[in-house]
Structure formats: C-alpha cells, structure tokens
C-alpha cells in the first residue's frame, strides 16, 4: 500500500537558517503530494501541494519539488523564522481520486530558536 | 467564512462505553473525512463521506461508524471503546471527488479522546 517516510525529527534550528525536511513516497501511478503544517494548539493547514512530477509547490517562503525518478518532495525554507515552528506533515492522495483518502507521514517538529 | 468545526474538543470515557464527534465542514465543501492522530504519529484515514454515503474505508474495525447529514456535517461514532482508542480524532473536508481542487484538506482542530 501507499506509504510516507519523513526524515525523524525534531528539528531545531537557529532563525535566518536554511530549512530541508525529506520525505520520500511508495504509491502506484501519479500521486499527488502535499506539504501540511500544525502550529501550536492549530489544526493541520494545507502549506503546500504538487499534482504532477516536477511540478514545484511554494508558499510563505516553503517550496517542495515533486520528483517521480527518486519517490521524493523535500520541503525546503531558505531562511528560516520563529514562527515557522511547528510540526510539518508530507503527505500524499492518490491519482486521479479525492485526497480523502490521503496517507500522511509521522511529522517532523521543527523548532526555531532565535 | 467558517472553517471546519468540531466537537467536543475534549472528552473522556471508560472502556466500553460509546463515543459521538461531530463535524460540521467548511462552506462550500461536501466531502468529509475522518482521521486518527495518535500521539507522535501522523493521521491515520478512517473513512470518507460524501452524499451521506461512505465512499472510503481505511483499516478501522467496524466499531467505527459515520454518518453525513443533508447539510453535509458528519459524525463518527466509536462503539466499545478500548484503550487504544485514546486520540485525537479530526475531521478534513474536502470539494466533491473528482473536483479540480478536491486534493485539498481543511482540518478542524480535532476531538481528543482519553479512554480510561
């Protein structure tokens, strides 16, 4: 079945640093992929998504490149803040169906000190 | 514009006992799906409803049971509580299957079972 792997955190970095969290995939056919962000006491928010391969997602500064060859979408920040600390979920929905059914990674805690 | 409501946002029960959440979805979504989150964990698929009828269905037992509404908020209900079953339950919804922007999640803020 559809599967997740997040690189196993948590993460602490100090602000104005540069921000990589890997995730790699296991899915049949042409997933879509998604980046979600938790903030302290929040819900999950959709950050970021890509439906195709080498389609790049980008928000707040947050930027994900779908790449079929390698099964993965590496969620990179160039300069980090305070407030991007959180917990960051990869996930994915499969192809062609509702993102219903979408298989989530365990989460990666980031943590920005200033 | 409201997002996705759920409650109640805590609660506590014995094993064995039953358990109601409810959800009501973002405006202009029909598409509601349940998840568990345990603790450190990312959040598991329960189930999927749309047009009051359930679509999907992850690996949760049968004591897991949902229900959509004609306005399109969902419940789920837990029967026969274990211990394990201490989470966080969220509800995501969604545009309907097969819309351009269905791949979207919006979540509510969960309801956080303790099972005693």
């Known amino acids: 079945g559809d599967s997740v792997t997040q690189m196993e955190g948590p993460v602490t970095l100090s602000e104005e640093a540069f921000l990589t969290i890997n995730c790699t995939y296991t899915a049949t056919g042409y997933p879509s992929l998604f980046w979600y962000v938790q903030y302290p006491g929040e819900g999950l928010q959709l950050l970021l998504k890509a439906t195709k391969a080498d389609d790049k997602g980008s928000n707040k500064g947050f930027e994900a490149t779908y790449r079929k060859e390698t099964t993965s979408f590496h969620l990179e920040k160039g300069s980090v803040q305070v407030s991007d600390s959180a917990v960051y979920f990869c996930a994915l929905a499969p192809y062609n169906t509702n993102a219903g059914k979408s298989t989530f990674g365990d989460g990666t805690t980031l943590t920005v000190k200033p | 514009d409201a997002g996705v409501t759920q409650s109640p946002t805590h609660l506590i029960k014995t094993r064995g006992q039953q358990v109601t959440l409810r959800c009501s979805p973002k405006?202009?979504?029909?598409?509601v799906s349940w998840y568990q989150q345990a603790l450190g964990q990312g959040p598991q698929f329960i189930f999927q409803y749309y047009e009051e009828e359930e679509r999907q269905r992850g690996n949760f037992p049968d004591r897991f049971s949902g229900h959509q509404f004609p306005n399109y908020s969902s419940e789920l209900n837990v029967n026969a509580l274990l211990l394990g079953d201490s989470a966080l339950y969220l509800c995501?919804?969604?545009?309907?299957?097969?819309?351009?922007?269905?791949?979207?999640?919006?979540f509510g803020e969960g309801s956080r079972l303790t099972v005693l």
């Open positions: 405006s202009g979504h029909d598409t």
């Open positions: 995501a919804s969604s545009h309907s299957p097969g819309s351009i922007r269905t791949g979207e999640l919006f």
